[in-house]
């Protein structure tokens, strides 16, 4: 069972403000690795979704800020720490537009 | 009771007036809470009454089999051949209470709840007299804030109290029980307790923390190396969530502390190296075999008592 490094994991609170795309589990706090990324972040939160089949590619937000990095990098680079739960809000990602000089 | 908030005081360390009033309020608070559980860890610490028989005499209540042939091989010269009910020895006790540091403890409002255990606890000890008390700080480190060779006074958990500031921004359990392992080590070799053969010198180690921590199989391998080195654990999960409900009826807060979770509920989600999710209760993985969780300070001399006693009935009673 090596899934169980000896990585650091976060407590994060998973939010939306779009009504239909709600977690019903309850309690909306896990504990994560600190190594996720947006992108996996994003895997989780359609599996707690339950949309296996049919997935929406998430964008992060951790205290407002949108995550480009890993959960770690983030932090060290906003000057938080592990010990602390984190507010992650996750979006419908913008997909940018594929022709803009076509108008 | 006192309400002391910590936030607004020094960072690091809570300061020396503060830390005395801290104590003083948390002494008054639970002073016949320690003396209940003195009286229960008055009868599970005793040494056993019902002692076991030992060798070797020329008289005596019962023969020892293993001296029968090297009697008959001697020409019956070595006639140490019998079994004697021997008197129970005094047992002693050194006792270390690791107290978590770590900022998780501010976070979760755990801190205010496992001060007050440590006061508890070591009140407690100290009128047992059983032998000696050391309390030791984890976080990204191991800090030693109280001696097992000092007497634990009043004024020491006062000092205890200013050495703790709820800030690391790390939780090194694995860390902590490696180190505190190597103090007692060093305590039993130093012939502590009192007791100075240090023989019947039992080692007792309580974590008090909130019961985050990462890195749980190595926790574990090291959880079985005290064990091997007779030295127990128990963890004491402070369950602040009980708390905060209450606060949270009594004042109006903000949504962030309505959603304060028990550690019983908490899931973990893990990816794995192949990247499929896992998604566990956290409580279900936990390393250490003896823990109780302590929502109220009220409840600690029951479950400890009974902890300890389960330890003693699994452990103690089969040495
Ligand atoms: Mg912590």
């Known amino acids: 069972m090596d899934f169980d490094a000896a990585e650091t994991k976060v407590q994060i609170r998973l939010t939306t403000r779009d009504p239909g795309l709600q977690i019903s589990e309850e309690p909306n706090i896990l ?12 895997t989780l939160v359609n599996e707690l979704l339950h949309r296996e089949e049919n997935r929406i590619p998430f964008d992060i937000l951790i205290n407002g800020q949108f995550l480009r990095t890993s959960v770690d990098e983030f932090l060290t680079k906003n000057g938080i720490n592990a010990e602390t739960t984190l507010d992650v809000e996750y979006t419908r990602a913008l997909v940018p537009p594929l022709n803009v000089t076509s108008f | 009771e006192a309400q002391l908030s910590l936030t607004h005081l020094d960072p690091s360390t809570i300061d020396p007036t503060s830390a005395r009033a801290l104590w003083l309020a948390h002494e008054a608070s639970t002073h016949s809470l ?14 056993t009454l019902a002692t076991k028989l030992r060798g070797d005499f020329r008289t005596g209540k019962r023969l020892n089999l293993k001296r029968i042939i090297p009697y008959i091989a001697s020409g019956y010269k070595r006639d140490k051949i019998w079994l004697r009910r021997s008197m129970p020895s005094k047992r002693s006790y050194q006792v270390m209470i690791a107290l ?3 900022g998780s403890m501010a976070d979760s409002g755990a801190s205010n709840l496992a001060l007050k255990t440590l006061t508890l606890v070591t009140r407690s ?9 050391s309390v030791v700080g984890f976080g990204d480190d191991v800090n030693v804030a109280h001696d097992f060779d000092k007497p634990f006074t009043s004024e020491a958990g006062v000092r205890v109290f200013e050495q703790f500031g709820f800030d690391a921004q790390k939780t090194n359990v694995r860390g902590l029980v490696d180190r505190s392992l190597q103090l007692f080590q060093e305590a039993r070799q130093s ?6 053969q240090g023989e019947d010198l039992w080692q007792l180690m309580l974590i008090v923390s909130d019961g985050l921590c990462d890195d749980h199989q190595s926790i574990q391998r090291l959880v079985r190396k005290a064990q091997e080195e007779r030295v127990m654990i128990v963890f004491i999960i402070i369950d602040a969530t009980a708390t905060a409900a209450a606060a949270a009826a009594a004042a109006p807060t903000t949504p962030a502390e309505n959603t304060k979770t028990s550690i019983l509920d908490l899931q973990s989600a893990v990816f794995t190296p192949e990247g499929n999710i896992l998604r566990y209760k956290y409580m279900e993985r936990f390393p250490f075999r003896y823990y109780l969780v302590v929502r109220d300070v009220r409840e600690l001399p029951g479950v400890l008592a009974g902890a300890l ?11």
């Open chain 1, 31 to 42: 504990l994560v690795q600190t190594s996720l990324t947006r992108h996996k972040l994003s």
């Open chain 2, 34 to 47: 320690s003396q209940q559980l003195t009286e229960h860890l008055r009868l599970i610490l005793a040494p």
């Open chain 2, 100 to 102: 978590d540091n770590s």
């Open chain 2, 309 to 319: 006693r389960q330890w003693f009935g699994e452990v103690a009673g089969s040495v």
């Open chain 2, 125 to 133: 000890l100290s009128m047992l007299e059983v032998g000696q008390v």
């Open chain 2, 191 to 196: 012939g502590g307790g009192g007791g100075g």
